[in-house]
């Protein structure tokens, strides 16, 4: 089992920039896969981009692309998220994820809120 605990969320004006954390512990050795979802109130939780822990290879959302950059730190078993250029639209609960060999992400963090509002 993999535990995930995110950080970094918060309160930001439209144009602005955070940078989230996802500390892994556990069977870090299972893990083939990071990534950040979000859920926006009364949507349904999307990918915003995933990384993998070996070559680092990336995807992105549409939506994301070219504002967020995910990294990752093996060292430290951490995942970044770095938002630039915040929207509004860009308000949601954002959740870190892990997955193994399969393509299902199982493992979840407990959540950090975004809010993009002037």
């Known amino acids: 089992q993999v535990q995930l605990v995110e950080s970094g969320g918060g309160l930001v004006q439209p144009g602005g920039s955070l940078r989230l954390s996802c500390a892994a512990s556990g069977r870090i050795s299972s893990v083939y896969a990071m990534g950040w979802f979000r859920q926006a109130p009364g949507k349904e939780r999307v990918v915003v981009a995933t990384?993998?822990?070996?070559?680092?290879?990336?995807y992105y959302a549409d939506s994301v692309k070219g504002r967020f950059t995910i990294s990752r730190d093996n060292a430290k078993n951490t995942v970044y998220l770095q938002m630039n250029s915040l929207k509004p639209e860009d308000t949601a609960v954002y959740y870190c994820?892990?997955?193994?060999?399969?393509?299902?992400?199982?493992?979840w963090g407990q959540g950090t809120q975004v809010t993009v509002s002037s």
């Open positions: 990384i993998t822990r070996g070559s680092g290879s990336t």
């Open positions: 994820a892990s997955r193994g060999a399969t393509l299902q992400f199982d493992s």
